[in-house]
């Protein structure tokens, strides 16, 4: 079975652009949550979708939005570009109902860089 | 979140246990233990999760302090493909909850 896909892998963005990432979950996982991972720190949680729904927000600014699609895929977009969100953005999937038994299944990340 | 105190790296040669220390004293009675690694370019690796026993995979050993202030992630016998950020983190048992918050982790190093 496919594990968790992103893309793209790597992407080169200007300040004040847009850009928007994508996720394909688990088969039969329908829960996706986002985190961004600056270099040298560890993942930093942004969004959790469950059906389609927000579930939980980290402490970002609005420039980061997402949304969950009928088929539990997501998107994690972001607007008006900073430096400062040059970063590794990785997606994690997980069964429903497994709120601290199950594992978060991670993708190996989209790595933007903006300049 | 509470949070987790872990030293910042660790060396360990190769086919010897490795005791990963992670301090937590303001862990909560709702809180579970989890480790993640992550390998160099990749996304992080769930090892393994408790809340107030020991437990036991296939990857690793966790050891919990009775008071739960502490607990110990235990390697058998390292090889190379464990050189990895191993994170602790506390994750509050509610329903749906997926945010983790990770810290800075431990960096480990194999010693062929």
């Known amino acids: 079975d496919a594990g968790v896909t992103q893309s793209p892998t790597h992407l080169i963005k200007t300040r004040g652009q847009h850009v928007t990432l994508r996720c394909s979950p688990i088969s039969g996982h329908k829960s996706v949550s986002w985190y961004q991972q600056v270099l040298g720190q560890g993942p930093q949680f942004i969004f959790q979708y469950y059906e389609k729904e927000e579930r939980g927000r980290g402490n970002f600014p609005d420039r980061f939005s997402a949304r969950q699609f009928p088929n539990y895929s997501s998107e994690l977009n972001v607007n008006a570009l900073l430096l400062g969100d040059s970063a590794l953005y990785l997606c994690a999937s997980s069964l429903p109902g497994l709120a601290v038994t199950g594992e978060l299944f991670f993708g190996e990340g989209s790595r933007l860089t903006v300049l | 979140d509470a949070k987790t105190t872990q030293p910042n790296s660790m060396e360990s040669n190769e086919e010897e246990p490795v005791h990963l220390p992670c301090n937590h004293s303001?862990?909560?009675?709702?809180?579970?233990i989890h480790w993640y690694r992550q390998l160099p370019s990749q996304g992080p690796e769930y090892v393994i999760h408790g809340l107030t026993s020991n437990v036991n995979n296939r990857m690793a050993s966790l050891a919990i302090a009775e008071d739960r202030k502490s607990s110990t992630l235990i390697l058998h016998r390292a090889t190379l493909r464990d050189a990895a950020v191993y994170y602790c983190?506390?994750?509050?048992?509610?329903?749906?909850?997926?945010?983790?918050?990770f810290g800075t982790g431990t960096r480990l190093t194999i010693i062929p």
């Open positions: 983190i506390l994750r509050e048992a509610r329903f749906g909850n997926e945010k983790l918050t």
């Open positions: 303001t862990i909560s009675g709702t809180d579970y």
